[in-house]
């Protein structure tokens, strides 16, 4: 909201107050009516004076410029070369000097045209940054001429006499304070913050009832009050220069003297009002009632409208004529040829304004102000300012009364007060009478243990809100800051510690956070080859997604690791390594909030194999404190994005492997990635972080190779397994570190060479046994798998 | 014979000077003091002295053997400091070659500035919460004071899911996670992810983190909350930066507050100010808002608002991530490229 200073001046001798302008914003920040900005309008626009034309002569060597003589002041006069067409000599024309900045960045800068010496420009609106809709009396194609000789005399700044000069500090409303989109609710808080005694002409009164019109209400849950005030032998012209200069200062464009009237009210008290033209309301019947389903309006945009029936419309007895609240039909609009209007001042809910403007698509000043609910008890008020403007202007006759359809008065409210309370709730130690004064500054009057409540500030419903207007009012700067000491235990959950070591450890095995996106594309599904009956498409599915490729969320976290991974493949990064603790999302079965479930998502490509992959969920393993993390990797065909004979399945917890070649091209990634999914909620319940020291072994421990041959088919799981099942308790350590096929194996057989280690706790183990324990192996192993030793 | 002896030292510690390898000194070693050594060959000659001569020649023969030991030990610690010397000399490398450096990853900012903040809390005791990010209406807004029709809605472009639910648009429904445990007094921040939907670009992301705080006990004031933002600010900022709580509105706090915090770029410096592109020449930046819990949102937990009182904040964190390292387009912390990923 734009409050220009000169507007806030008629109600507030600011000049008077010692105050700049900047320490006026910082007070009305610091009280709750944040000044986001104050902008010098024309500042930009320098060097324009008001001038006269004395002379205006022919061109020499040019037919279509004169050559003109200006005074501007003090003896002093410019010669000026200029093509326009509508000057006389006596004119009052504004006149940009050598050095002037005009509008779109224009420098002026005195030379020769054709020969002739210019010393300037002389200016026409648009030159100055405005629109001829601004000023209307300024001709088509030409110089601006003053209607009248400006007061402030030739020579002075022509910003000023074009009222092109302001200061307006624009304020950001927040949304419980509707009472402040206006000049008049933003003039309260700047007398209640300055602590100035405001007089304010209360506009409250009745008049006799009008006859002329009629006004039926059928909804007054939509429409609580309807004033109507009805002015004949209008005369359709511009509105004053100083209208004209507020309502541009605050962003409205002048139309004409009713209309203007009508942008002026509502700036100025914050009630849109509309004036119709009275032809439209034939039948002399205004009634306001729902739109029918499918009903069209043309609105005077001139775009055609189709409503249904939970907008509200003003109407005669045979159709609309307004969509109310939000903006007048074509066919009621003000023309040049009307000759009596009828002012509408009227309250709509709020809400349903806002519905309707929504789904219309149309949103104005009008609407915005109902959108944030008004007080009823403004549209009175306001009609009457409204008819004050028409008889100041002389626009018309008004026929006198006016017809107030208010079914339901907004009384004024009464609330608890506790100055005491409202004391604690603040921390501050100040008495009633202070507090009594803070809400008076605000409307607020206090009697005994009631606040009565202003009719415009609805906003304050409890005692805690009176609470806020005797904090700010007080000084939200000036409330004593208390660091409370703590007893409170606090820190993160074991959760939160799990996360954290997940973390670290990932990071420590060279992989970098990444950041995706919880939603996704539909269409990941089958770049996934997903079957169409997985239950991996039962998706949740956002209603309102900003696009198709945000649709749904995600029910696995591949397509996000995928994601990223293209996106550096695509950028030729080399040796990517990601990961990302993620959510994944499936609906619920009983209509409660999805299931979320945090898994970890792994994905490289460049440094990374399979069995790097796999060593990173194998450290994790021994991270949490998994029973023997190495084990528990077996062949994993099912899932249909991952290489069928390079997945493995990680216990019950996950999976690692090659992406599918063919997911991999769908993703446009022309090389082998390799990713690693964990469900983290399953891996923190079969955690255990308790870390326990076990005693070094004490006594020396003997080592042994074995290489065994068996056949292509047989795993090192397997393989390993019956060496532990048949080793006995002595044998601790199991590592393979060499595979050999070729030359002296027969074909389709392999040799695994093992070393084993062997160890007692108690005493020094004796060659004997560990012989022993070999011999067992070399049994078991035969006779399981056929194995020999490697000769 | 003791002129043998004297004899055998002079020549030895002369030639203890000329050796010039371990391997010399060694050779030295055994010629006197080896079985066969000059030295040895005497000290066995001296059965044949008188019981008068052989304690005075042994007492002698010791002395110079002593002598001779200390002086072979000392050119022997001579010799091996030189011949390693002497290695170490062949063996230089190229000390300017690359070094090996293991792959580290790394953490994602946002990562980093969440575990920044939530040290920073964990200090003044307060505990981490967390919560879904898909909500239900009550616990996103209603719960909130923000009942259906509230312009408070619209103001968040709200995704909405199946079931009527939604994406969280705000880490305060963790508040009413909170509140509905029934255990106080309580003093947590919860940040998390949140959903708007806005489109992306260098200033709004769809997804966003947000912080949430909310402390609850008997006799809670404004002066608390001005209190513990202001620690929070100076340990996150600096002791040098200021705070500023200027009123605002929310649904559910009241009264409410702003609290902003002196520019990073101009320090509210009034000749720096004007041009500042940080704070746009207001000296301050808004970091997040605030107030007392309102007794609606205590009463919807089952919590007497009579009897106890307590403070809420909330506020953007990819903001504060971005001013910390330098980021001036968001975009770049959902994107994932590794070069960037790998600067943090």
Redesign the interface.
């Known amino acids: 909201m734009n409050l220009p200073i000169s507007w806030l001046k008629d109600f507030v001798d600011i000049d008077n107050l010692g105050i700049s302008l900047i320490d006026f914003a910082d007070k009305m920040?610091?009280?709750?009516s944040?000044v986001e900005k104050i902008h010098h309008l024309g500042s930009d626009i320098t060097g324009v004076v008001v001038g006269r034309i004395e002379e205006i002569n022919p061109h020499p060597n040019a037919d279509k410029l004169i050559v003109t003589r200006i005074a501007i002041g003090s003896g002093e006069f410019k010669q000026i070369v200029t093509g326009a067409t509508n000057l006389t000599v006596g004119d009052y024309i504004p006149v940009a000097l050598h050095g002037a900045n005009l509008a779109d960045g224009l420098k002026i800068k005195k030379g020769k045209i054709r020969g002739e010496e210019s010393e300037g420009m002389l200016c026409s609106v648009e030159e100055l940054g405005h629109t001829r809709a601004e000023y209307p009396e300024a001709p088509e194609d030409g110089i601006y001429i003053f209607s009248e000789p400006p007061k402030l005399g030739l020579g002075s700044d022509a910003r000023i006499a074009l009222g092109m000069l302001q200061d307006v500090a624009e304020f950001e409303i927040?949304?419980?304070?509707p009472d402040c989109f206006s000049i008049h609710g933003l003039v309260r808080e700047v007398a209640a913050t300055l602590n100035y005694r405001l007089s304010i002409i209360d506009y409250q009164l009745g008049k006799p009832h009008l006859d002329r019109v009629a006004v039926e209400i059928q909804n007054d849950k939509l429409c609580s009050r309807y004033v109507a005030a009805v002015v004949e032998n209008v005369k359709i012209e511009p509105s004053p220069q100083w209208m004209r200069a507020r309502l541009m200062a605050c962003g409205l464009r002048p139309v004409n003297n009713i209309v203007d009237i009508t942008n002026y009210v509502m700036l100025e008290m914050g009630q849109p009002m509309h004036a119709f033209d009275i032809r439209a309301i034939n039948g002399n019947k205004i009634i306001v009632r729902n739109a029918c389903d499918g009903e069209k309006i043309t609105t005077l945009d001139g775009v055609e409208r189709v409503l249904d029936a939970d907008m509200l419309v003003i109407a005669n007895e045979s159709r609309a004529v307004g969509i109310a609240g939000i903006m007048g039909g074509e066919g009621s609009k003000i023309v040049d040829d009307t000759t009596t209007i009828l002012f509408e001042s009227a309250n709509f809910n709020g809400?349903n304004i806002?519905?309707s403007s929504k789904r219309l698509g149309l949103r104005t000043d009008s609407s915005g102000r109902y959108?944030?609910g008004l007080d009823p008890n403004l549209a009175l008020a306001c009609i009457n300012r409204a008819l004050e403007l028409v008889e100041q202007l002389g626009c018309g006759d008004i026929v006198p009364g006016l017809v107030d359809n208010y079914p339901a008065p907004r009384q004024v409210r009464k609330l608890d007060f506790d100055p005491a309370k409202i004391a604690?709730?603040?921390?501050?130690d100040v008495d009633r009478a202070q507090i009594a004064e803070f809400l008076g500054r605000l409307g607020i009057a206090v009697q005994g243990n009631t606040a009565t409540i202003p009719t415009f500030r609805y906003d304050l419903e409890?005692w805690?809100?009176l609470?806020?207007e005797v904090?700010?009012m007080y000084g939200?700067?000036k409330?004593?800051?208390?660091?409370?000491a703590?007893?409170?235990?606090?820190?993160?959950?074991a959760?939160?510690h799990m996360e954290?070591a997940l973390?670290e450890t990932?990071?420590?095995?060279?992989?970098?956070?990444?950041?995706?996106?919880?939603?996704e594309s539909p269409k990941a599904f089958d770049k996934l080859l997903i079957p169409v009956d997985n239950p991996l498409r039962n998706a949740?599915?956002?209603?309102?997604?900003?696009g198709e490729d945000?649709g749904i969320?995600r029910t696995n976290p591949i397509n996000s690791v995928l994601?990223?991974l293209a996106?550096?493949y695509n950028?030729r990064?080399q040796?990517?390594?990601?990961?990302?603790l993620v959510?994944v999302?499936h609906?619920?079965e009983c209509?409660g909030?999805?299931k979320?479930t945090e898994y970890l998502v792994v994905g490289g490509f460049g440094?990374v194999d399979f069995y790097g992959i796999k060593g990173v969920l194998e450290t994790i393993g021994h991270t949490f404190g998994l029973e023997e993390p190495t084990i528990g990797f077996e062949p994993q065909k099912s899932l249909p994005f991952m290489h069928p004979g390079r997945t493995a399945a990680y216990k019950n917890l996950g999976y690692c492997g090659q992406i599918h070649p063919q997911v991999a091209e769908n993703y446009e990634i022309g090389t082998s990635c390799y990713v690693a999914v964990l469900n983290f909620d399953l891996l923190r319940n079969q955690a255990n972080m308790i870390k326990a020291y076990k005693p070094l072994p004490r006594y020396p421990q003997i080592q042994r190779d074995i290489a065994l041959v068996v056949d292509n088919a047989i795993t090192h799981g397997q393989l390993s397994a019956k060496i532990k099942d048949a080793g006995g308790k002595y044998l601790r350590g199991i590592n393979l570190f060499d595979i050999y096929t070729g030359a002296n194996l027969p074909s389709g057989t392999k040799s695994m060479a093992y070393s084993l280690t062997f160890r007692a706790d108690d005493r020094t183990l004796t060659d004997e046994e560990a012989t022993k324990a070999m011999d067992k192996i070399l049994a078991a192993t035969a006779e399981a798998f056929g194995a020999t030793l490697r000769q | 014979m003791r002129e043998k002896l004297l004899q055998i030292k002079d020549e030895t510690l002369a030639n203890l000077e000329k050796t010039t390898t371990l391997r010399d000194l060694d050779e030295l070693r055994v010629a006197i003091f080896g079985k066969k050594g000059e030295l040895t060959q005497i000290l066995r000659g001296m059965g044949a002295l008188s019981a008068e001569e052989r304690p005075k020649m042994g007492e002698i023969a010791n002395s110079i053997r002593q002598e001779l030991e200390t002086a072979l030990e000392a050119r022997k610690t001579t010799l091996a400091g030189a011949e390693m010397a002497a290695a170490m000399e062949s063996e230089f490398i190229d000390v300017t070659l690359p070094g090996t450096r293991?792959?580290?990853?790394?953490?994602?900012p946002?990562?980093m500035i969440i575990?920044e903040l939530?040290n920073i809390?964990?200090?003044?005791?307060?505990?981490?919460a967390?919560g879904?990010?898909?909500?239900?209406d009550y616990h996103n807004f209603q719960a909130l004071n923000i009942p259906a029709?509230h312009?408070?809605r619209?103001?968040q472009d709200t995704?909405?899911?199946?079931?009527g639910?939604v994406?969280r648009t705000q880490t305060s429904p963790v508040q009413i996670r909170k509140m509905e445990e029934g255990q106080l007094?309580i003093?947590i921040v919860a940040p998390g992810?949140v959903?708007r939907?806005d489109?992306i670009d260098a200033t709004h992301s769809?997804?966003f983190h947000q912080m949430e705080g909310l402390v609850v006990d008997r006799?809670i004031?404004?002066?608390?909350l001005?209190?513990?933002l202001?620690?929070f600010a100076q340990t996150l900022f600096g002791e040098d930066v200021k705070t500023?709580?200027?009123?605002?509105?929310f649904a559910f706090t009241?009264?409410?507050?702003e609290m902003d915090i002196s520019c990073f770029g101009c320090g509210g410096d009034a000749a720096k100010m004007p041009t500042c592109r940080l704070c746009k020449g207001e000296g301050w930046i808004e970091l997040l808002g605030c107030g007392?819990v309102?007794?609606n949102v205590l009463k919807n937990c089952g919590i007497n608002p009579d009897e106890y009182?307590g403070f809420a904040f909330g506020m953007g964190l990819e903001r504060i991530a971005m001013q910390r390292y330098n980021i001036d387009d968001m975009r770049l912390?959902?994107?994932?490229?590794?070069?960037f990923?790998?600067q943090f």
């Open positions: 920040t610091m009280s709750g944040k927040t949304t419980n304070r809400v806002r519905g959108e944030k604690d709730l603040i921390g501050i409890i805690q809100d609470a806020e904090a700010r939200y700067d409330i004593p800051t208390v660091v409370a703590s007893s409170n235990v606090g820190g993160k959950t959760q939160q954290d973390t990932m990071v420590a095995l060279g992989y970098s956070q990444m950041l995706t996106y919880a939603f949740v599915r956002i209603i309102n997604p900003l945000t969320m994601t990223a996106t550096n950028r990064n040796q990517t390594r990601l990961f990302e959510k999302y609906p619920s209509g909030l999805p979320e440094s | 293991p792959i580290l990853g790394t953490k994602h946002m990562t575990e939530c809390f964990t200090g003044m005791g307060y505990e981490i967390t879904p990010d898909i909500e239900t029709h312009p408070a619209d103001e995704f909405y899911v199946e079931g639910h994406l007094p003093a992810k959903f939907s489109d769809p997804v006799g004031h404004m002066g608390h001005k209190g513990a202001t620690v500023r709580f200027r009123p605002h509105h009241e009264p409410s507050a007392m309102h007794p009182s912390l959902f994107d994932n490229d590794i070069r990923l790998k």
